[in-house]
């Protein structure tokens, strides 16, 4: 199936840690490059992680890792904190075609 399915987002408090998978077709998952996105209200989307590349915010706390007969990508989140609240976002992109997964909402609040 040609889209993107995101999971594992939720409530958690400051310091805690989650999993966030994303789901795509074997044609999206064998040919695009993946990374994942996020957006918190009021703010633009910005990038989290690609396999080429962390954002500052996330270094030395979120790990971005694949597993292909799975078709799966996943962001381990640790020491999660108020700030990282947003809608996590999935991305997959070829040349000129950016693809988005639906989202999945992360809280950290205490």
């Known amino acids: 199936q040609v889209q993107l399915v995101e999971s594992g987002g939720g409530l958690v408090q400051p310091g805690g840690s989650l999993r966030l998978s994303c789901t795509a077709s074997?044609?999206?998952?064998?040919?695009?490059?993946m990374g994942w996105y996020r957006q918190a209200p009021g703010k633009q989307r910005e990038l989290v992680a690609t396999?080429?590349q962390y954002a500052e915010f996330v270094k030395g706390r979120f790990t971005i890792s694949r597993d292909n007969a799975k078709n799966t990508m996943y962001l381990q989140m640790n020491n999660l904190k108020p700030e990282d609240t947003a809608v996590y976002y999935c991305?997959?992109?070829?040349?000129?075609?950016?693809?988005w997964g639906q989202g999945t909402q992360v809280t950290v609040s205490s």
């Open positions: 991305n997959a992109a070829l040349q000129l075609t950016t693809l």
């Open positions: 396999f080429h």
């Open positions: 074997t044609t999206i998952f064998s040919r695009y490059a």
